[in-house]
């Protein structure tokens, strides 16, 4: 009997060409992933498709007409000096943030890790995340108290120094920095938490074997830790650039953008064209743009990151 006899003969007995498990898996996640691909669709897919319609228009939202202007809202940035300078200042902070993140989170990460008390390295790492559970907007109140002139902390600070007091948010060579900072404050904690889940997943016997070839601690650092925590480095990257591209509310409450344009991003940028000018079809102009920004990013980082390993 030869093969085709075989496969002809199955046929006749009418075998199932898949298993029925299969099947009913198969049913299992359709149904459970359709729910959400239909609020990903209505939430997310929808509301990028109406705005790349609403960047063709002159939109109003006060207005019972909209005319059609095709890419003349995408022309207008080119010349447009406030949305250029706010590219250059989203740009300036996303780097300067996303690079202080990543090193200040590491060396914290790696040096609770080496608590070898198990409790007082959990008390660590609760203390430095719980200000990640604080509302953005209300850590961005409290640190403008902070940064008061007449009687905030830092100048108080400065004070017992016998060193002038500083205007934080009205200076443009100190507005940017303060709201560095306080986004830093805020937003290490959960970075901290992903680089020590990453450093536990490193297995002691590549630190053993380095040491038993003589590694000194930047050795062990510089050719077992950031290889084999490279993974864990590209999600927090790529997690942490688009979170920083997308801050908003610190400098809405802290500055307004001012002085000077110093701190407008673009997505206070985009709030204040469809919401303070309602200029609708612009502000979508700017997001279809700000959405173009952040995919190159993305994509970008995922092939410079990608990483071969195992272990």
Avoid: C
Wanted: zero cysteines; aromatic letters at 14%; hydrophobic letters at 50%.
């Amino acid at each position: 009997m030869n093969e085709a006899t075989v496969i002809s003969d199955d046929k006749r007995a009418g075998l199932p060409k898949k298993p029925v498990r299969y099947r009913n898996e198969r049913r299992f996640v359709f149904a459970f992933l359709t729910p959400v691909l239909l609020l990903f669709g209505v939430f997310a897919f929808l509301p990028i498709g109406w705005s790349l319609i609403l960047s063709l228009f002159q939109y109003n939202p006060m207005s019972d007409h909209a005319r059609y202007v095709g890419a003349a809202n995408y022309l207008r940035m080119l010349t447009d000096g406030v949305v250029l300078k706010s590219l250059w200042i989203t740009f300036k902070f996303v780097f300067i943030t996303v690079i202080s993140n990543l090193v200040i989170t590491l060396l914290i990460a790696m040096a609770i890790q080496r608590v070898r008390v198990r409790w007082l390295k959990d008390l660590f790492r609760t203390v430095f995340f719980l200000p990640t559970i604080a509302p953005l907007a209300g850590t961005a109140i409290v640190w403008s108290t902070m940064f008061s002139y007449q009687n905030g902390l830092f100048n108080m600070i400065l004070g017992e120094l016998h060193i002038a007091p500083v205007q934080w948010l009205s200076d443009p060579h100190y507005a940017l920095l303060s709201v560095i900072m306080m986004t830093l404050w805020a937003d290490i904690g959960y970075n901290i938490v992903l680089f020590m889940a990453g450093l536990d997943s490193i297995p002691e016997m590549y630190y053993e074997a380095a040491i038993l070839d003589g590694a000194n601690p930047w050795h062990l650092f510089r050719h077992v830790t950031l290889p084999l925590l490279s993974r864990s480095t590209l999600f927090v990257t790529i997690t942490t650039v688009i979170s920083y591209f997308q801050a908003f509310p610190q400098f809405q409450i802290m500055t307004k953008g001012e002085p000077f344009n110093e701190t407008r991003v673009l997505a206070l940028q985009i709030y204040d064209q469809a919401f303070s000018n309602s200029n609708m079809g612009y502000a979508s102009a700017l997001a279809t743009l700000f959405l173009v920004i952040i995919l190159i990013v993305t994509v970008l980082q995922l092939k410079l990151g990608r990483t071969q390993w195992e272990y």
